[in-house]
T-cell receptor
């Protein structure tokens, strides 16, 4: 029940296109859903996060869409750039778990120039 | 502001040997985490400290892994003896207070067990 399932495993997008990464969860106690971006040789860095009281959050070219009834959330990268090429992880946490993050398995995004 | 510092950057050992990793969190961050990231997977929490006390070590294989955070600042993670399946990147992360969702990660230590 602690799992967060992420898809696709890898994604190739042309420059300027839209990248979409999906995640699903089972634990209804989760109340915080961040996305982390990881470049090779670096640790993950927080990109954007959402709470279930809103259905969408946008920061620049990055948008999280959240569907509470379906227990799904997704990351949309608009106007994808080669510099966005990285591995993206969704995650989830709850106040009952001392805010420990459960990570998805990751999506390796490649944006072609 | 300096980030989370980890060393060494890479380590190659033979199975059954021991190894230690060091982490210095961002100054003033009370909460420190050790994560294990196996190639192709998301980070998995091993242990969480609040100051120098353990909050959760339920996923730490205590027969071979140990961790300490003396004086509530830097931390050491040790594996003794190492197994082939311990090959992974070991990430340290910190946050200012417990329950704060944003974690700051170090670049990790890449361990190869031969």
């Amino acid at each position: 029940q602690q799992q967060v399932k992420q898809s696709p495993q890898s994604l190739i997008v042309q420059k300027g296109g839209i990248s979409i990464i999906n995640c699903a969860y089972e634990n209804t106690a989760f109340d915080y859903f961040p996305w982390y971006q990881q470049f090779p040789g670096k640790g993950p860095a927080l990109l954007i996060a959402i709470r279930p009281d809103v259905s969408e959050k946008k920061e620049g070219r990055f948008t999280i869409s959240f569907n509470k009834s379906a227990k799904q959330f997704s990351l949309h990268i608009m106007d994808s750039q080669p510099g966005d090429s990285a591995t993206y992880f969704c995650a989830a946490s709850s106040s009952g778990s001392a805010r420990q993050l459960t990570f998805g398995s990751g999506t390796q995004l490649t944006v072609l120039p | 502001e300096a980030g989370v510092a980890q060393s060494p950057r890479y380590k190659i050992i033979e199975k059954r040997q021991s190894v230690a990793f060091w982490c210095n969190p961002i100054s003033g961050h009370a909460t420190l985490y050790w994560y294990q990231q196996i190639l192709g997977q998301g980070p998995k929490l091993l242990i969480q400290f609040q100051n120098n006390g353990v909050v959760d070590d339920s996923q730490l294989p205590k027969d071979r892994f140990s961790a300490e955070r003396l004086k509530g600042v830097d931390s050491t993670l040790k594996i003794q003896p190492a197994k082939l399946e311990d090959s992974a990147v070991y990430l340290c992360a910190s946050s200012p207070i417990a329950g704060l969702e944003k974690l700051f990660f170090g670049s990790g230590t890449q361990l190869s067990v031969l």
